[in-house]
């Protein structure tokens, strides 16, 4: 879509890492517009909501365990076809098959600690967002550069 948006996280070795920035700079650079941003130490229901799908793989409880070992950076990012967009931005879900060029092709190794997550589906990032962000914490706001991006 024109305006869809997605939810994108940097998991906790992302922050730990001092990656935030270096991940942000991309979805800026790139012509999106930040919706949502925060630092949140999501707790194990929200998590296995969030993993709901995954709930009956083999590396659900360590994924659950990973991600909420410390702080994450969750976010919500708008933008012509964004969804899709930040998915080829990330690189594939197994960092060892992920191209140079994309995040987890440039700043990880293991599946396990993969840095980051971006919604897989327009459905989906709507689910996620609401999963995440109250209303009030999403903003509504004219970026002055839309006009040449
Ligand atoms: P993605 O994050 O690319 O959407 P997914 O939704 O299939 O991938 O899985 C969610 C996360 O679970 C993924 O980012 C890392 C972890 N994961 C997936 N497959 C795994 C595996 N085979 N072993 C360990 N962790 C895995
Ligand atoms: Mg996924």
Same mark, same amino acid.
């Given at each position: 879509?024109?305006?869809?948006?997605?939810?994108?996280?940097?998991?906790?070795?992302?922050?730990?890492?001092k990656l935030? =920035?270096?991940?942000? $700079?991309?979805?800026?650079?790139? =012509?999106?517009?930040?919706?949502?941003?925060?630092?949140?130490?999501?707790?194990?229901?929200?998590?296995?909501?969030? #993993? /709901?799908?995954?709930?009956?793989?083999?590396?659900?409880?360590?994924?659950?365990? #990973?991600?909420?070992?410390?702080?994450?950076?969750?976010?919500? /990012?708008?933008?012509? @076809?964004?969804?899709?967009?930040? $998915?080829?931005?990330?690189?594939?879900?197994?960092?060892? @098959?992920?191209?140079?060029?994309?995040?987890?092709g440039? #700043?990880?190794?293991?599946?396990?600690?993969?840095?980051?997550?971006?919604? @897989?589906?327009?459905?989906?990032?709507?689910?996620?967002?609401?999963?995440w962000f109250?209303?009030?914490?999403?903003?509504? /706001?004219?970026?002055?550069?839309?006009? /040449?991006?």
């Open positions: 879509g024109a305006n869809e948006c997605t939810f994108i996280a940097v998991k906790p070795d992302g922050v730990q890492r935030v =920035g270096e991940i942000v $700079r991309r979805f800026e650079r790139r =012509g999106f517009k930040l919706v949502g941003l925060k630092l949140v130490k999501a707790s194990e229901n929200l998590l296995r909501e969030h #993993y /709901w799908d995954l709930r009956t793989k083999p590396f659900f409880s360590g994924l659950i365990m #990973y991600m909420s070992s410390g702080p994450v950076i969750a976010m919500v /990012w708008q933008g012509s @076809d964004v969804v899709k967009t930040v $998915r080829k931005m990330l690189g594939e879900t197994n960092p060892a @098959d992920s191209l140079p060029g994309t995040i987890r440039d #700043y990880c190794v293991e599946v396990g600690r993969n840095v980051i997550h971006g919604s @897989d589906s327009v459905e989906s990032a709507q689910k996620e967002i609401a999963l109250g209303q009030s914490e999403l903003q509504r /706001w004219e970026q002055s550069s839309s006009r /040449w991006i």
